[in-house]
């Protein structure tokens, strides 16, 4: 096993983490060295790029770098403290409707080239300690806003309400180190109202697509080497 080097595209279910993929994969191919690009909430699923072996892992940080694509669907009306739905909710003091047109135009300002406060959930460290868990501590600390860049921000149907709270799903393609649910967040700020991410699937790690990907529960022991992408020479990936 020590010679099979490469990149596997997985689609990863939703209720487990990243590293929980990166783990069934190390059982599966009985290799230690797995590293994964661009993590994936628990609630999340789509494509997650691994890396088998030392070889593929010392490029993994080209994927981190890509485009990414992401199918959401966004909620109006209520938000949570880890702004999707695994959080503990809080319904907004007062109930809005809202139509297609509102919704674009609060969208338009959150694309191009704009700046980001990443959320208290999130992995980022601060002062050697990652985010989620001072927030799990009950703590908030300040962070700094982050540039980001949204190549498209599109509502893709028409919003639904339902037992006063507003749905509907969006097409975003961005710049690494976007977080959708700050996205969700803002475009409900831009509203007058709160908001959060209920379902999420990530499409794209540029030029990678979801559909070449293999779903976690198909691959085994014995067919996961079929699947792998060969590491290029010199290390350039596309």
Not at 39 to 45: I, Q, S, V, Y
Not at 62 to 79: R, S
Not at 134 to 144: C, H, I, N, S
Not at 175 to 199: C, F, H, K, P
Request: glycine share 8%.
């Amino acid at each position: 096993m020590t010679d099979i080097a490469g990149f596997l595209l997985v689609d990863k279910p939703a209720g487990i983490t990243s590293h929980d993929v990166v783990d069934q994969l190390r059982k599966l191919s009985g290799i230690r060295k797995i590293g994964h690009a661009g993590t994936l909430d628990p609630f999340a699923t789509g494509l997650l790029i691994l890396a088998i072996s030392r070889k593929a892992t010392r490029e993994i940080s080209h994927f981190v770098k890509k485009e990414k694509e992401y199918i959401a669907t966004f909620v109006l009306g209520a938000t949570s403290d880890t702004l999707d739905k695994d959080g503990v909710l809080q319904l907004s003091e007062e109930q809005k409707s809202f139509t297609k047109d509102q919704i674009i135009d609060a969208i338009k300002p959150l694309t191009g080239m704009i700046e980001q406060i990443p959320p208290m959930y999130s992995a980022l460290k601060i002062k050697g300690k990652k985010l989620y868990e001072l927030a799990r501590e009950g703590k908030t600390v300040e962070r700094q806003p982050r540039p980001i860049t949204i190549h498209t921000f599109e509502l893709l149907d028409e919003p639904v309400e339902t037992d006063g709270l507003t749905r509907f799903q969006v097409r975003i393609r961005c710049s690494s180190g976007t977080y959708i649910r700050v996205l969700a967040q803002d475009l409900a700020t831009n509203l007058g109202t709160l908001g959060y991410v209920e379902e999420l699937r990530r499409t794209e790690i540029a030029p990678y697509r979801i559909e070449e990907a293999t779903r976690l529960e198909d691959l085994t022991s014995t067919n996961w080497t079929e699947k792998l992408i060969d590491v290029p020479e010199g290390g350039m990936l596309p």
